[in-house]
T-cell receptor, first 112, second 112 residues
Framework: ETGVTQTPRHLVMGMTNKKSLKCEQHLGHNAMYWYKQSAKKPLELMFVYSLEERVENNSVPSRFSPECPNSSHLFLHLHTLQPEDSALYLC???????????FGEGSRLTVL | GENVEQHPSTLSVQEGDSAVIKCTYSDSASNYFPWYKQELGKRPQLIIDIRSNVGEKKDQRIAVTLNKTAKHFSLHITETQPEDSAVYFCAASRDNFNKFYFGSGTKLNVKP
C-alpha cells in the first residue's frame, strides 16, 4: 500500500452506536489531518496532528474524538452522532506543516 | 478567521475552450494558495499552488494568478479536455501553517 489509506470506505451507523474511522499513511509524513466534506460546502478542517501532538481542534463537537498513536496512524472515534454528521470524512497527511496535503479517498459516513 | 469564496459553483465548457475559476479571500495575511482537483469518487489532489510573493504561475495548460491588493486568485485551464472534468477547490492559508480554508468548489464539466 502506498499513499494514504482510509477504512472503512463506507459506514452506516445509528445515533447510539460507537464506531471508529482509521487512516494510515505510508509517505513518511509527520502531520495528519481530519477534514469533513459535506455536499456543496467547503472542506472543513476538524483536527490537525503534528508529530503526534494535536495542534488544532477546530471547534469540533466532543462526539468526535481523534487519536494519533504514531505518525503513521490517525483515528476518528465516533459516538452518539447526529444525522447532520453524515458526510465524507477525509484524512490527509503532509511533511511538516507547510505545503501539499495528500488525501485519502475518504470514509463515507451515514448516520441514521 | 479567513473566508474563501469561490465562483462559479458549476461551469460547463466545450472541449478545447478555456475555463476560469475565481476565488476571493478575506485575510490579508494569507500567503499560500493551492488548488485541488477532485474527480468523481476520488481523493482531492494538488494541481498547482502559488505563494504571495509571485503574481502568476503556470504549469502546461494550467495557470494561477494572484492579486494581493484585491485579495483574489484565479485558476485558468486552457485547451480543456474531458479528463479535466472534476470539482476544483481553491484554498488559502497563512504563516506557513497548514490550516487551510477551502472554497466551496467548482464542478467543471468539459463536453466532448
Amino acid at each position: 500500500e502506498t499513499g494514504v489509506t482510509q477504512t472503512p470506505r463506507h459506514l452506516v451507523m445509528g445515533m447510539t452506536n460507537k464506531k471508529s474511522l482509521k487512516c494510515e499513511q505510508h509517505l513518511g509524513h509527520n502531520a495528519m489531518y481530519w477534514y469533513k466534506q459535506s455536499a456543496k460546502k467547503p472542506l472543513e478542517l476538524m483536527f490537525v496532528y503534528s508529530l503526534e501532538e494535536r495542534v488544532e481542534n477546530n471547534s469540533v463537537p466532543s462526539r468526535f474524538s481523534p487519536e494519533c498513536p504514531n505518525s503513521s496512524h490517525l483515528f476518528l472515534h465516533l459516538h452518539t452522532l447526529q444525522p447532520e454528521d453524515s458526510a465524507l470524512y477525509l484524512c490527509a497527511s503532509s511533511q511538516g506543516m507547510v505545503g501539499e496535503l495528500f488525501f485519502g479517498e475518504g470514509s463515507r459516513l451515514t448516520v441514521l | 478567521g479567513e473566508n474563501v469564496e469561490q465562483h462559479p459553483s458549476t461551469l460547463s465548457v466545450q472541449e478545447g475552450d478555456s475555463a476560469v475559476i475565481k476565488c476571493t479571500y478575506s485575510d490579508s495575511a494569507s500567503n499560500y494558495f493551492p488548488w485541488y482537483k477532485q474527480e468523481l469518487g476520488k481523493r482531492p489532489q494538488l494541481i498547482i499552488d502559488i505563494r504571495s510573493n509571485v503574481g502568476e504561475k503556470k504549469d502546461q495548460r494550467i495557470a494561477v494568478t494572484l492579486n494581493k491588493t484585491a485579495k483574489h486568485f484565479s485558476l485558468h485551464i486552457t485547451e480543456t479536455q474531458p479528463e479535466d472534468s472534476a470539482v476544483y477547490f481553491c484554498a488559502a492559508s497563512r504563516d506557513n501553517f497548514n490550516k487551510f480554508y477551502f472554497g466551496s468548489g467548482t464542478k467543471l464539466n468539459v463536453k466532448p
